[in-house]
């Protein structure tokens, strides 16, 4: 049998290809010399699958997807309260370009418009670094993300430089507001090497799934950031990744996302995939269009929506009843599925309902195949419960879902 992935693809991009609309970025002349009928796509699984079509080895600049994984570094280098200090969360409504700083505080709005992620860039590595060493870190974590050696393109970021008045405009400003503490020429040129670090559609899609898959590498199986800190970063994406065209990409597509200029486009959904394509021509917001009409498409087609609802999970509760043998009557509950809060919520209300009145309760877990943290910690204290009430608890729990931490509090 074929596989149907790459021919999905396939019908897709042959769908989109001839949609010519949009212009190259125009305001770094290296990348408005680019080759603007490039197409690309590919999924990455999180167990490490990459189902690629179009020219998905053809290596551009990273731009602004570069910025959410700026913004992990910084978090996972100067914790969140430092870099909350200095950058904020909320949706700008503004281009990317804008300077966008709140009023009072004169911190950037967010990190994945200029002024936050020309802030966010300032913020990664341990406090001292020089601008190179700091570079060199950015490089290194980008690399990490994508699972390969990563390098800088030397010229599209001189391109950059020579034109940068807007970028400088913004870290001056910056500067004056006391958010960035060093020189703003020299903030702005490692923010424009960061965006200028070359990926391939395959590298992006890993970052993606990396993302994905809790800040661990499918391929490298390293744990580049912890999960709080993907929490963060796909939160920002979900909101702010979009720029003034978030809303209705939330909507429409809802999968967390970062667009950048030079045509490239990821998008990460928890649990999944990480999905990247890349097209040059941008839309007036600066993000790719055939980029965006995939993305669509992949939405629709799959029901990728991270706000579609899924269908009621399964009974959690598979039976519930007594069995009565030589050593007496044995209330016999047995669960099933993956179970979270509102899974551990109608399994404690089955045994609250049921009042059993045996003296001795089963609480089988043998065919639950997940088991979040709350779900873990309310059955550990609907069984300590059940022990207060004089009866004799025992957990049938071959796969240990349920590792008893006696004396943990469930709030
Ligand atoms: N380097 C670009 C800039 O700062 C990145 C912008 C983008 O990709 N949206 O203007």
Redesign the pocket.
């Known amino acids: 049998m074929r596989s149907i992935v790459p021919d999905y693809l396939t019908d897709v991009l042959g769908d989109v290809e001839s949609d010519a609309s949009g212009e190259t970025?125009g305001?770094?002349p290296e990348l408005a010399a680019a080759d603007p009928e490039r197409l690309g796509a590919v999924f990455a699984t999180v167990d490490g699958e990459v189902y690629g079509v179009g020219d998905i080895d053809a290596e551009f600049t990273i731009?602004?997807?570069s910025k959410p994984f700026a913004y992990a570094m910084a978090l996972a280098d100067r914790g969140f309260d430092s870099v909350l200090a200095k950058v904020g969360v909320e949706p700008s409504g503004e281009a990317?370009?804008e300077i966008s700083l709140e009023s009072d505080t004169g911190r950037p709005r967010n990190p994945m418009i200029?002024a936050g992620?020309i802030t966010t860039h300032s913020l990664v590595g341990p406090v001292g670094l020089t601008p190179a060493e700091r570079v060199e870190r950015v490089v290194q974590g980008l690399s990490a993300f994508a699972g390969r050696q990563l390098r800088v393109d030397e010229t599209i970021c001189a391109s950059?430089m020579a034109s940068?008045h807007?970028?400088l405009a913004i870290a001056h400003m910056l500067r004056s507001h006391g958010i960035l503490a060093e020189d703003p020429r020299a903030v702005v040129d490692g923010?424009?090497r960061q965006?200028?670090v070359l990926v391939t559609t395959r590298d992006l899609a890993m970052m993606a799934a990396t993302l994905a898959n809790r800040g661990v590498n499918p391929l490298s199986n390293e744990q580049v950031v912890d999960q709080t800190v993907v929490r963060q970063v796909l939160s920002v994406m979900a909101t702010c990744g979009m720029?003034d065209a978030a809303g209705d990409w939330a909507t429409q597509v809802g999968i967390p996302a970062k667009?950048?200029?030079?045509g490239g486009l990821i998008g990460a959904l928890p649990g999944q995939l990480g999905i990247a394509t890349f097209s040059p021509r941008l839309d007036v917001h600066?993000n790719s269009v055939r980029g965006v009409s995939l993305f669509e498409r992949f939405s629709s087609d799959m029901g990728l929506h991270v706000m579609e609802v899924p269908p009621t999970a399964r009974a959690v509760v598979r039976s519930n009843r007594v069995r009565t043998g030589a050593d007496g009557a044995t209330r016999l509950f047995r669960f099933q599925g993956a179970i979270r809060f509102a899974g551990a919520e109608r399994i404690v209300r089955e045994i609250l309902e049921t009042a059993p009145s045996e003296p001795r309760v089963v609480l089988d877990v043998s065919l639950v195949h997940s088991i979040d943290d709350v779900a873990r910690r309310m059955l550990l204290e609907a069984a300590r419960r059940l022990a207060q009430d004089g009866h004799e608890v025992i957990f049938v729990d071959p796969e240990a879902m349920i590792p008893a931490d006696l004396g943990e509090k469930l709030w």
């Open positions: 970025a305001y770094i731009q602004s997807i990317f370009n200029n992620a950059e940068a807007r970028n923010y424009i965006c200028s720029y667009s950048g200029v030079a600066g």
